[in-house]
């Protein structure tokens, strides 16, 4: 990867900035939800929405005659969307912010090639690192186990820590981890490693806490990632794999459901009740929709699968779009000659793990601007170009 210039390094873009607001708009909204905050949850969400248009126009009109086959790919997934959108005959504004909170992991992935310094993936690695103080604070507070689903206030005994559910502040608590685990690898220093290190560890009990078996399982992974990231190789065939298993589980639940409950992880049957929604969807759905998707009764909500949620929302051509977009923008960083750095190795395990996620939950990609920065939070370290060490620099 190309290394920065002691000039460039000491330069912060229009980029850099709109991914400093954003970072701090996550940590704002992760805040403010379990305090009541609405107002500020508005205002963050609005602020990572404005800041993603912002880029994608500036981006567009600086790249316009020479436009990338990613930036292709995401015009068409825009493209589908806008029309699945005007089909749908809903509140325009309410859609308008489904469809941002969506496209921006998309948006904000094809402008990190344009982050002229370190800054936006420290701001981030810092912004979680509060964030986990904030959740050890939540856990030992009356808000620790209280529920706000839709089945009303309740106690639980899964950790909740006054988000929506269980599974909602697993996702965020595992994003919080992996941030940690791959700042581990980001900076040299021993006395910040070995802060990070204890913060992640009790992140990682956090997540135990919860109950939230698909979270156990990706903190697990993430862990055994560390220990084992120096010995992977960034691989677009790694990337593919990952990309492939929500639609191999959309397969084995459907059509080998009765198996999967057999099957049981952690004391609890494999499928829970996953079926019963690919089942009302694919009955809901007329042909006709199967190429435009149904955005008046699903916009991008938690179907638990990435594909499925979007296939549900925008049809099969959005659904490939966006695939062939994740797979455009990783494969321009696995065909990179020059071996990335630790902590981007570690980002890019990271990264392979939320997708694999996905597959069981698809809010990760589809239902927030904090989730959504969430993600980018890796996704910055992994794409930060490489430049040369300082006090604080990443190895």
């Not at 005007?86 to 921006?104: A, G, M, N, Q, T």
């Not at 916009?299 to 695939?323: K, M, P, Q, R």
């Not at 370290?381 to 040369?388: D, G, N, S, V, Y």
Request: aromatic letters at 16%; one cysteine or more.
């Amino acid at each position: 990867m190309t290394t920065l210039t002691k000039k460039q390094k000491n330069l912060i873009s229009f980029y850099d900035i709109c991914f400093i607001i954003s970072a701090i708009a996550m940590g704002a909204i992760l805040w403010s939800h379990p305090q009541d905050k609405l107002t500020i949850v508005s205002l963050g969400t609005y602020a990572i929405g404005l800041s993603a248009m912002a880029m994608y126009v500036k981006h567009l009109l600086t790249y316009l005659n020479r436009m990338s086959l990613q930036g292709l790919f995401l015009i068409l997934l825009i493209v589908v969307s806008v029309l699945a959108i005007f089909y749908s005959h809903r509140s325009l504004k309410s859609d308008i912010v489904s469809l941002l909170c969506f496209l921006e992991i998309p948006i904000f992935m094809l402008c990190s090639s344009e982050l002229k310094s370190k800054r936006p993936a420290e701001v981030f690695i810092w912004v979680q690192y509060i964030l986990s103080f904030y959740y050890l604070y939540l856990s030992r507070t009356d808000k620790a186990y209280l529920f706000r689903g839709y089945y009303g206030v309740i106690e639980l005994e899964e950790l909740t820590l006054s988000y929506n559910n269980p599974n909602e502040t697993s996702m965020y608590l595992i994003c919080c981890l992996l941030t940690l685990l791959a700042a581990i690898s980001f900076y040299k220093q021993i006395w910040l490693k070995i802060i990070f290190i204890f913060n992640a560890a009790a992140v990682f009990n956090l997540i135990f806490l919860t109950q939230c078996r698909a979270g156990i399982i990706a903190a697990s992974l993430a862990v055994i990632g560390l220990l084992l990231h120096k010995f992977i190789k960034v691989k677009m065939w790694f990337t593919r794999l990952a990309m492939f298993v929500p639609a191999v589980m959309v397969v084995l639940i459907y059509f080998f459901n009765d198996m999967l409950i057999e099957i049981k992880i952690l004391g609890e049957s494999f499928e829970s009740g996953r079926k019963s929604v690919f089942d009302s969807l694919f009955n809901n759905l007329n042909s006709f929709e199967f190429f435009s998707g149904d955005f008046a009764n699903y916009a991008f909500e938690n179907l638990h699968n990435v594909y499925i949620s979007i296939f549900a929302t925008i049809g099969i051509f959005g659904t490939l779009f966006y695939i062939l977009f994740f797979d455009k923008m990783f494969k321009t960083f696995a065909r990179k000659k020059v071996q990335p750095e630790s902590y981007q190795k570690m980002a890019y395990i990271c990264l392979l793990i939320l997708i694999i996620y996905s597959s069981v939950e698809s809010a990760l990609f589809c239902s927030g601007s904090a989730f959504a920065m969430c993600f980018i939070s890796l996704y910055t370290l992994f794409a930060l170009k490489k430049e040369k060490t300082n006090s604080l620099s990443a190895e």
